[in-house]
Each structure stands twice: as C-alpha cells, then as structure tokens.
C-alpha cells in the first residue's frame, strides 16, 4: 500500500510526527488528506499538537483554507438545523440528528475539524410523509428521481430521496432507520429509539453506544470508500471519548448484538485498534475476533485495502479490485440477489446517456 | 542566471510536460502533467519568461494533468479533460482547447481552494506603487482594457483574479496570460502587433479565446505585491468619451462581494478583508469608446 497512506495514519496517530515531515511526504500527505476529507481534521491535530507555526508555508495556507471551509460548515449546519427546527416544529416529536450534524450540535468529539456535507435525520417510520411536506412548505424539494427511484426508496430504503433547499442548497436525508429494509442485518428502529439522548426540546442525537454502531454500520455497508477512512476516524473519537468508562465496553458490544449489527461494529474495532491505535480493553477485541471468525484474515485485508482507495493517483495493483469488491459487498447486503440484479442492471444501462452528454 | 522556460526548446519542454512540470504563478507552485502537444507549445508561447524551478524537495499546492479521454471517441473527435488531482472539474473539450481548458483549471484551483486570500473576479493591475481593481460584467470591456494597460506601462498582476492577502490587505499577483474573447482579439492584436499571443481556439463555450503573453516585468516581479487604490468599472461604449465617475462605495461592497470566489466561505474574515480593500480604494465608474482615450484617462489617475 502505498506511502502516503501510512504517512496519513501516521499523522493520525502522532500528529507531532508531522512537525517532521519532509517536502516529499507533505505533497503526498496533503493530496491523500483532502481525497479523503481529512486534511482539516489534520490542520486541528497539528494546532492541538503546537506544530503549526513550524510547519512549510505551503502546507500551512492549505490547512487553514481546509480549515476556513470546515468552519464555513459547521456554521453552515448550525444554521439548517436552527431553520429544521423551525420548519418541522408542527410534528411534535423527537427528532435524531444523525453522523456529522450530531456530533457538531451534541459538541462530540468527532466534530473537531470536520467537514460536513448532507444533514441526516431520524424520525419515525408513520412520521415521515408529514416531515416531508411540511419540509417542502420551508423550501427543500427533491428532485430528479424518476418512478423507479421513488419505489427504490420508499420501499426497499431506510430513508427517503433526499430534498435540496431551493434557495441555500442544503440537503436533508431523512432515515427512518440505519439500513435498508431489505438489508441482511435487520435493526429495529424502535430499539434505537430507547437510546436516544436529549440535546434540548425537539432535538436529540442516539446514546452513547448507538453512535458507535451506528457509524460502524454505515462505514461496513459503504460502496464508496473515498471517505472511508474519515468514517473510521469518527469511530476512533467516539471510542477516545467514551471509553474511558469500563462499563461502557461492555455495553457497545451488548448493544451491538441487540440490534443485530455485530460484524460491523466487529470490524470496526478491529480496524481502529489496527490503523488508528484506539485504545481498547482486551476483552473487546476478542470478542471482535470472535464475532468475525474465520473470515478475519481476508477481509481484513479487503478493508485495509479499501481505506486506502482515496486517491486513484496512489493505486497499487489491488486497489482497483479492492474498489469493485467493496462496491459489489455494499450492495450485496443491502439487497437480496433477486432485487440486487435487475437494480444493477438499470443503474448500468441508465447510465450510459449522461456519460454521451 | 535562472533558467526560464524560453531557454528550453519546445521538444524539451514537451519532454519535461510529459513527466511532470513545475511552475510557479504568483504565490502558487503548479505541477503541470501533459502529453498534448498543444499544451506545449502555449505554454512555451506565453510563459516564455517564467522560471523552470527544479527542486530536490517537491512541494506544490496543484498537481494538474490535461489528458486524452480514453474510448472509441478519441479516433473520431478527440477530446481532452483537465484534471486537479484525482478529480475532473470540468466536462472533456474537444482536444483542440486543450490550452485554454489549462488556463480555466487552473483558475478553478485558486478559486476552489486558496481560501487563505480573498479572491474576486478583477483584474489588477499597478503603476508607481499603487494598483487598480477592474472588476465588470462580462462584455463590459474589461479584458481589453487589462490588455492594453498591461501593453503600455501598467504592471499585469491579474487577469481574471484578484487576490487579497487577510493578513494585512495587499494584492497578490498571479502574472498569467490575459484570456481575450471575440473582438477584443482584433482590437488588441491591430494596437500591439508586437506582443507574443498564443494560438486561437474558436468556439469554446466563451466564443474565440486567445491568450496574450504577459509583458516580461510582469512576471519578473511576480513576488512583488501592490497596494489597492481604485476600484474602477470599466464600460465601453461606441463614441463615449473616456470618463472617470465616482461610484458609491455601499454598492461597489456588494458587487464585489457578489462577484467575489470565496466571500461567503471566509464568513467574518471576507467581510473584514473586502471592507479594507473598500475603505482604502477610490471608487469609480469608467466610460470609454475609443482606447487611445483610456490609456490616457488612466495615466492621469497616477499622475
């Protein structure tokens, strides 16, 4: 694999390791940093760690421009959440902020330097037709989803077509679960509901353990692993910050079988005390080992190569088929075969006239 | 003595775009990679003067690479993509744009990423110290006044972008070619028929492009930042005489934080650095039918 990627997990592990980086390392950990959407997370370890001033001017203006953008975001987010809370005041029960606009309004510490894209929320299965039109009335439409799009989503999916503001562009994905409903694993929405934290009247975020997995699942069902190694990041967080609790080990992996998502939460681990060094008591471990068993050795080596996809630039000679297998496993869980080939084969053939455009 | 570019052959510069080479505009180091041969010979054209940097520690803020899109296409009507690391911003062009498709990539990247500055969509030129601004919609004249001051005593900091340092305000230059459009091609080729100006792309989703080599001081000083004074809006029209007319400064603010590539993203900061750039500079509408004219209404702005 290649040399950047180290020199990034390195960084992320060590971030004074970066104060001794020389030209060569920084052209490379400054390009796999932003492919993979981490170079202003890079740019807060560098400020945490001191080493910032030292650091070649160059590598400096792109950090505090990831910076600026990153701050741009979280402002940005603060403020769609505010005009959510507004637009859908009339529905009258809880709503679950999900991933990077959870960690921003909960102040986790997943959130320092992190870039934000898509608002996620959770809300009930029966409440979902309603969300969308009163969401509509405040500005987000959706929009270019044909007949088979729409039955995609609200039949098979865990989560609408997402609606764009028609004014500031914001996008809004709103889940009724953490995974398709055709998926292999099964979760039970009602059981996330009795997690959940309150962060003040109407909005909340899942309880400590639930963010875990829930960041797990969505990081082990991903097709696309561009930002794979970002989800990973936000896992090794969540664990720095809640693990300092014994009771709280137990608790994850307990909760993780509760509701059906083991392996994921399995990988994840595994792949954080591996890459990132999160500390982790040995019980836990085991019990990831166990809970994948035999299949360890080679997806492990399938994901290891999959973090490391950001950049096509940096590609050995796995990474192209890392990619594909990915692409294919992603989609493999989340749809039995007898709906996973016709979708395939329409996403294949619908392709082709937008590529002629 | 610094190599520059016109020391190179054009086989040797091909050479060295196939593999990877650095330039460095203004405060930007560039790795360009490109085996079209129009590539080089625009860039052996019009950054004739720009030093080749042949560093043993490769640091650069751009890795760019302007390549032939694979498939059956590529017999028939070839075509050509820039790319910025592993992404394309941009949809193929047909290969003969290949240099001007440079050009916007590369103007893409600053204003996608150098958010350390504020960025605006002016042109900046300086004389005795003291630089103008010349934002304008386009067709208003801009790129055929930038030209022309550029050609006769003003020193080119930008053509299409201007940058403004947060830290304490000043214009940063780039000294790159000066994109000219449609008639302001004959226009300027009929006044300064001694100036270098690279080869003519037709029909490019902007019309006729041709760029003009920018004037050897220029790129010279390219480390040298200016001072803003006037923030002018130039507007040509047919028979109007040259005319200075002053421009409110609460509407100039707004134009310019309109137009300007990263305003929203800076948030507070933007707000502060265009504020300063306002406050420090002379506001002015400019009217202009004939350029002779305007060369002369610009010189009495310095003197």
């Known amino acids: 694999m290649n040399t950047a990627f180290h020199t990034l997990l390195r960084a992320l592990r060590e971030p004074a390791s970066?104060?001794?980086?020389?030209?060569?390392?920084?052209?490379?950990?400054?390009?796999?940093?932003?492919?993979?959407?981490?170079?202003?997370?890079?740019?807060?370890?560098?400020?945490?760690?001191?080493?910032?001033d030292g650091l070649p001017e160059i590598v400096r203006h792109h950090m505090r421009a990831a910076e600026i953008?990153?701050?741009?975001?979280?402002?940005?987010?603060?403020?769609?959440?505010?005009?959510?809370?507004?637009?859908?005041?009339?529905?009258?029960?809880?709503?679950?902020?999900?991933?990077?606009?959870?960690?921003?309004?909960?102040?986790?510490?997943?959130?320092?330097g992190r870039i934000l894209g898509d608002i996620d929320l959770l809300l009930p299965r029966d409440r979902l037709d309603q969300a969308e039109t009163l969401l509509r009335f405040a500005g987000w439409f959706g929009a270019g989803h044909d007949a088979y799009d729409q039955r995609y989503y609200r039949e098979w999916m865990h989560e609408l077509p997402p609606v764009t503001h028609f004014r500031r562009g914001s996008t809004l994905d709103l889940h009724h679960n953490i995974l398709p409903l055709t998926a292999r694993c099964k979760p039970q929405a009602e059981r996330l509901w009795t997690g959940v934290r309150r962060l003040d009247a109407e909005l909340h975020r899942l309880g400590d353990?639930?963010?875990?997995?829930?960041?797990?699942?969505?990081?082990?069902?991903?097709?696309e692993w561009g930002y794979g190694l970002r989800n990973l990041a936000d896992i090794d967080a969540l664990l720095r910050e809640f693990g300092a609790r014994d009771e709280f080990w137990t608790s994850l992996t307990a909760r993780a079988a509760e509701l059906d998502l083991a392996r994921p939460l399995a990988y994840a681990l595994r792949h954080a005390a591996a890459l990132l060094a999160t500390p982790m008591p040995v019980p836990a471990l085991a019990w990831a080992q166990r809970t994948i068993g035999l299949r360890a050795g080679f997806m492990d080596g399938l994901f290891r190569r999959g973090f490391a996809t950001a950049h096509i630039e940096f590609d050995d000679a796995w990474s192209g088929l890392a990619r594909f297998a990915l692409y294919v496993r992603s989609h493999w869980l989340k749809m039995p075969p007898h709906r996973l080939l016709p979708h395939l084969a329409r996403k294949a053939l619908r392709r082709q006239p937008e590529e002629s455009t | 003595m610094n190599l520059r570019i016109a020391d190179l052959t054009r086989a040797e510069l091909a050479q060295r775009l196939a593999r990877g080479?650095?330039?460095?505009?203004?405060?930007?180091?560039?790795?360009?990679?490109?085996?079209?041969?129009?590539?080089?010979?625009?860039?052996?054209?019009?950054?004739?003067?720009f030093p080749v940097t042949e560093e043993a520690a490769p640091l650069r803020d751009f890795h760019v690479r302007v390549e032939r899109v694979p498939g059956l296409r590529r017999w028939l009507r070839p075509q050509i993509r820039f790319m910025h690391d592993a992404h394309a911003p941009f949809k193929p062009l047909p290969a003969e744009h290949a240099l001007a498709s440079l050009e916007w990539g590369m103007n893409w990247c600053i204003a996608s990423y150098a958010h350390h500055l504020l960025s605006l969509h002016a042109a900046v030129l300086e004389k005795n110290g003291r630089a103008v601004l010349l934002p304008g919609e386009p067709g208003a004249g801009k790129s055929t006044l930038t030209a022309a001051l550029a050609l006769s005593g003003w020193r080119l900091l930008s053509d299409e972008i201007a940058l403004v340092r947060l830290e304490d305000g000043l214009l940063l230059p780039l000294a790159r070619p000066v994109n000219l459009k449609n008639a302001s091609i004959d226009i300027i080729r009929a006044r300064f028929p001694?100036?270098?100006?690279?080869?003519?792309?037709?029909?490019?989703?902007?019309?006729?492009?041709?760029?003009?080599?920018?004037?050897?001081?220029?790129?010279?000083?390219?480390?040298?930042?200016?001072?803003?004074?006037?923030?002018?809006?130039?507007?040509?029209?047919?028979?109007?005489?040259a005319r200075f007319k002053p421009r409110p400064r609460a509407g100039t603010f707004v134009y310019a934080a309109e137009n300007s590539f990263n305003y929203s993203v800076l948030g507070e900061t933007g707000f502060a650095a265009l504020r300063g750039l306002i406050d420090r500079s002379e506001c002015l509408d400019f009217s202009y039918g004939d350029l002779d004219h305007a060369l002369a209404a610009f010189e009495g702005l310095v003197t």
């Open chain 1, 18 to 52: 970066m104060a001794g980086l020389d030209a060569a390392a920084w052209d490379g950990l400054l390009r796999h940093a932003r492919a993979c959407g981490l170079l202003s997370r890079l740019a807060a370890d560098v400020r945490s760690a001191g080493v910032f």
């Open chain 2, 194 to 241: 001694e100036a270098v100006y690279g080869p003519l792309s037709r029909d490019t989703h902007k019309g006729a492009v041709i760029h003009l080599r920018p004037p050897g001081d220029a790129v010279a000083r390219m480390a040298e930042p200016a001072l803003p004074a006037w923030v002018v809006f130039p507007r040509w029209q047919a028979g109007a005489p």
């Open chain 1, 69 to 112: 953008v990153a701050e741009r975001q979280h402002r940005a987010v603060r403020w769609e959440v505010h005009k959510l809370r507004q637009a859908l005041a009339p529905l009258a029960c809880p709503i679950v902020l999900l991933k990077g606009a959870a960690y921003v309004m909960a102040g986790l510490s997943p959130a320092r």
């Open chain 2, 21 to 49: 080479l650095d330039l460095a505009t203004g405060p930007f180091r560039f790795r360009i990679t490109s085996a079209e041969a129009r590539v080089a010979e625009g860039l052996h054209g019009l950054y004739a003067d």
């Open chain 1, 209 to 223: 353990a639930d963010l875990v997995i829930h960041a797990a699942t969505h990081l082990y069902h991903e097709g």
